[in-house]
């Protein structure tokens, strides 16, 4: 039996050196997980409010929070709602807003939960537990669909090969089922440095729990929960994920404030609602030899401005 690997928090010192937390600050952990960086934020004297749409990491992180002397809150739901469910709560405004983005540790080592194909189980690959399932989706789309998504969210180039074999193979119900039919569609060999069904199952995923949408809202309630002088501090996995957060912080700070024939012209007169951001971070040699899975993420951060948020303004 596989003892599924301990969750590390990556990139944790970084992401703490750029939330700069001082001792009774109102901070926000928008993917709590395991709770590694919320503890983290509690240890350095935050009040933290944590959020995640999964009910099993909600269940398990009630040791956290019993632990924690009443220095974190727990709450379920998406962490693009964090504006509203905070404001239940009584907060208005926050210090610190963290997000990390994707898919978390636990969720992959849980082969029930059908979001990786290291180990087999029921093709379901949902975070918050309901809703359309991998397999309902797999199994009902349109090829076209299918091919869609492989290659919008996957940014697989052989996606239409992949959906016509998806399609030929209902229905699926496993993910070794899954990652058999991606491979032989795209001609896996054993010796290949990268399994060809890691886009396919990240793009699925990413469909699925409409990942990118929800990061893109919960930047922009980030942006509206942060006092002045507060600090947005995202780690993400993936190109797809790096590329929203980027233009999002390049915009939202004036560096693209010229405008273009493709942008509204009033934009340019929005006053920046972040200072500019600091340089994109990644893990180093130690961290990388500690989790491998740290090997792609990057930290994006940047200090809030005074300015309103920009109200009606898509991102």
Do not use: C
């Amino acid at each position: 039996m596989t003892v599924p690997a301990p969750h590390i928090p990556v990139l944790l010192d970084e992401v703490l050196d750029a939330l700069a937390i001082a001792p009774g600050e109102v901070h926000v952990d928008g993917t709590f997980g395991a709770g590694g960086y919320s503890k983290a934020m509690a240890a350095k004297g935050a009040r933290v409010f944590a959020f995640d749409r999964d009910p099993d990491a909600i269940a398990a992180g009630q040791t956290v929070v019993a632990a924690s002397d009443g220095a974190i809150t727990l709450i379920e739901g998406e962490f693009s709602r964090m504006e509203a469910l905070l404001a239940d709560a009584g907060v208005r405004k926050a210090s610190g807003v963290t997000l990390d983005i994707g898919v978390s540790s636990m969720q992959l080592d849980q082969a029930d939960r059908g979001f990786s194909f290291q180990a087999d189980g029921p093709l379901d690959m949902r975070m918050s537990r309901a809703g359309t399932s991998a397999a309902d989706f797999l199994n009902t789309a349109p090829e076209e669909e299918i091919a869609d998504v492989l290659y919008l969210y996957g940014e697989e180039p052989r996606s239409r090969r992949v959906a016509r074999a998806i399609v030929a193979a209902r229905p699926l119900e496993r993910t070794g089922q899954l990652a058999t039919v991606v491979r032989k569609a795209l001609g896996h060999k054993p010796h290949d440095k990268k399994d060809p069904a890691t886009r396919s199952f990240q793009a699925i995923r990413i469909h699925l729990n409409r990942e990118l949408e929800e990061l893109e809202r919960g930047l922009e309630a980030a942006e509206a929960l942060l006092e002045a002088g507060g600090r947005l501090a995202v780690v993400t996995f993936h190109s797809l994920e790096d590329r929203i957060v980027k233009q999002f912080l390049r915009r939202r700070s004036g560096a693209e404030s010229g405008g273009s024939r493709h942008r509204p012209q009033q934009e340019a007169a929005v006053a920046p609602t972040f200072e500019r951001p600091s340089k994109a971070i990644r893990p180093g040699d130690r961290e990388l030899a500690a989790n491998p899975r740290a090997r792609s993420a990057t930290l994006r951060s940047a200090v809030r401005t005074q300015a309103p948020a920009w109200e009606g303004v898509r991102s």
